[in-house]
């Protein structure tokens, strides 16, 4: 048997997490399925929950292949359903197709993206089906990322002309997702106000063009958080902060700008649904927000996969197409570090890629 | 012109909320309307918002006819759209018709019941199409609070089966609106877990039958709660409270059943989507919560009227039947005080309803 390295995260019955290479069994393809050498593949904060869990990566130590981190009596009911498990890690990727079960052996050679889990890993087996071929010419690292951002960020257009609104809210806009979803909307006319936490960050995005730019750490945030709604009549956002008070924040301003048209006073607030939907946790601190917005309001949870689910197969392999035709462009990434399998959980490492900051964004080579 | 008194809340452009009778010209009935002696009309916690607006009622002064109180400045700005109206105040109530318009004429000496805000008054005109006739026999007091609390009640259920959930959970439970709900819930079938604040207010509910009863002051509040999650497969709540941690607690027990399920761990939470809807605010401090639940989730307003406009006429109609067959068993209130228009309006009085107390209900009668 031949083995490979695998990235397994483990927490164990007495509070520990092990983050460390294991050696597994070689996976092979079967009929219909590739088995891609794993090139690059990106550390993305959806990917953060899985990797460290409810460990206190404040308290790092090395171990053999990896690191372990205590995991505080408070964080130990939430993971019970995985204590004892060994879980392979890596949500997407991309890499080279070396072997393929039959039916799918025409693909041998080409690069493809994955998604599903197990990619920090030296080869993963997937579906021919479910990963995207690559452009001719394109890199490994252009195609590490085409999944969880680009649909992600062309989900967040989709669901808004779902749910009937017409123009969105982004919080961490300068991210790399935030920055596709820029070119998204300016190449399909809907308004956009770019959340960011920095100057740096406001700049860049002018940089791209947006025209929405609104910097939450500036002493008038609200204040022009307000003016923007009322230019866009944004009354849907999504949030990949999730803690703090910036979600009630966005909800607060909505109602501001709508209560500002014509009217006048309704006492339990305007009837116009204003929608926040929180994808991330950049921020782990609990959320908090006064309930000034009247009644109709929502804030929820938001997740690609079922999303995607609802919106249909047709829908789903449209916007595949859409990311596979504008890799280079709409949908590039851009990387601050890249590491290598055992040089993604060294103590150094860890604590860069956990702080989840704007900016420095981790990309995985295994070799 | 004859005049009646009228209760008007104001909030002056100064900062100054004003809480008094006014001296208004008494309403004629139109074609198709009918004017009513008010005899009974409750406080709400739905009415306090408007009484009070975001003034500091710890500072209330006795005015001529009522009360001053400030409004701190950070309240001003959610105040801007009703600064130097007089506004009405009463969401419904009961009384007898004194006079009718054309086509109304035969209702003249009957006992209705009304909602549509200005019933803290003498008199008020609505359409006779929009009153809810009362039984023969029944009492104004009766009759009082035949809206408010029952529709609501009412309108949870079928949220319920609008949105596919089997069980409800319900916070401030033992409430007016929460002993109609155990009656609903009884006499529908549906698993209904209560949420109380004090062991004697469990004890009014064990009285009534009600099955799943929860102490959120008992130490281990948060067990019991995800066993009676467990047990009735409840992923819906309605919270009266609003603030605090109530919203998430609950939202993390419903979780922690469905993790419970055999299917094992699913790193971003189980897929069910758990939904709370806040529909009152008995605690204005903010709304906190962790995020420890999954991604399938919702937090939201709810409120009466846009819902029943969603479940269509028919069904408005075939529920204010429901109240009037059960207006003295299922849809039986009970109140603690009784003022009169001036009464209402006493510092003592507004120190009162305004503290929202389970179990501690105004009832206006103007005469």
Not at 170 to 187: E, P, R, Y
Request: glycine residues 12%; contains cysteine; charged residues 15%.
């Amino acid at each position: 048997m031949t083995t490979m390295r695998q990235l397994q995260s483990t927490i164990t019955p007495e509070g520990e997490l092990i983050l460390a290479l294991a050696e597994v069994p070689e996976p092979e393809a079967g009929p219909g399925e590739i088995k891609l050498r794993i090139e690059a593949a990106p550390i993305n904060p959806s990917d953060i929950g899985l990797l460290t869990g409810a460990a206190d990566v404040s308290q790092v130590s090395a171990v053999a292949g990896g690191i372990s981190a205590p995991v505080p009596a408070a964080g130990m009911r939430a993971m019970a359903a995985r204590v004892g498990q060994s879980m392979p890690c890596g949500n997407e990727g991309a890499g080279i197709i070396v072997a393929a079960g039959a039916g799918a052996e025409h693909l041998i050679g080409r690069r493809a993206a994955i998604i599903g889990g197990a990619t920090y890993a030296d080869f993963r087996v997937v579906k021919a089906d479910d990963a995207l071929l690559l452009p001719d010419g394109a890199t490994a690292e252009q195609g590490a990322s085409c999944f969880v951002n680009p649909l992600t960020a062309l989900g967040f257009v989709e669901t808004m002309r779902a749910e009937g609104h017409s123009a969105i809210i982004h919080t961490a806009a300068a991210s790399n997702l935030g920055q596709m979803l820029v070119k998204i909307c300016a190449a399909d006319g809907v308004p956009l106000v770019n959340i960011v936490r920095s100057a740096e960050q406001a700049a860049l995005l002018a940089g791209l063009g947006a025209t929405h730019i609104i910097d939450s750490t500036a002493p008038d945030f609200m204040a022009n958080l307000i003016a923007a709604c009322k230019q866009t009549g944004a009354t849907l956002a999504f949030d990949a902060i999730g803690g703090g008070q910036l979600a009630g924040q966005i909800l607060t301003a909505m109602e501001a700008a709508i209560n500002a048209r014509p009217g006048g006073y309704s006492r339990y607030g305007s009837e116009v649904l204003k929608q926040v939907y929180i994808y991330g946790g950049l921020d782990i601190a609990p959320t908090v927000f006064n309930r000034g917005f009247g009644m109709a309001w929502a804030m929820g949870g938001w997740l690609l996969f079922p999303r995607m689910r609802v919106f249909g197969p047709e829908k789903f392999a449209a916007l595949k197409q859409r990311v596979a035709a504008e890799l280079t462009t709409t949908f590039a990434s851009h990387y601050s570090h890249r590491v290598s399998l055992a040089g993604m959980v060294t103590p150094e490492a860890v604590a860069g890629w956990y702080a989840r900051r704007t900016g420095q964004k981790y990309l995985v080579m295994p070799d």
